[in-house]
């Protein structure tokens, strides 16, 4: 009876073994900057972004061009001006210069929704692939070392570069 005991308590003690053993937490890590840098989306966003900017400057550089300008005439005439004309020029170039600064928040906000719009397809992707590989490696965190705030990354935590760039098809 009493090896039938010893036996049944090795027994749970070898199963009890293998559980914590198979529960032990599994970490992967990935440098998200460096997968974005090395994703053929990036290049084609960066070219459209790059195109967008240009626009928008471009639209500015003619509103400031034009208020330059108008501000030179008035400079010039200003002295043989009545006063009621020298007021509504003044008014009108401080209402341009005000258009010129509301130009450029818009044109910043727009910016940075263009830049989302243009890279979220990007970014979802690459996270979709993140998570598909460390749900197949059984991974229960992934820490990505861009961010810079792991301050500790052991050899036992797998990196996930490489598995990450064979998924999504990268050489």
């Known amino acids: 009876m009493k090896s039938v005991f010893k036996i049944c308590v090795l027994g749970i003690l070898l199963f009890s073994a293998g559980f914590v053993n198979a529960q032990t937490p599994k970490f992967g890590h990935i440098d998200l900057q460096a ?34 300008t108008k501000y030179v005439e008035y400079l010039a005439k200003r002295d043989s001006l009545s006063e009621t004309v ?8 401080n209402l341009m210069n005000e258009r010129i600064q509301n130009y450029q928040q818009s044109a910043q906000q727009q910016m940075q929704t263009k830049q989302a719009e243009i890279f979220k397809p990007m970014l979802d992707k690459a996270d979709k692939a993140v998570k598909d590989v460390g749900a197949e490696k059984g991974l229960i965190y992934v820490f990505d070392m861009s961010s810079r705030v792991i301050l500790y990354n052991s050899k036992e935590s797998l990196d996930l570069l490489p598995l990450v760039k064979a998924k999504l098809a990268i050489p």
């Open 35 to 68: 997968l974005y840098q090395i994703m053929p989306e990036r290049a084609a966003g960066e070219k459209q972004f790059v195109a967008y900017q240009k626009e928008l400057e471009d639209a500015l550089g003619m509103m400031q061009k034009e208020a330059q």
């Open 86 to 93: 020298r007021k509504m020029k003044e008014d009108d170039l």
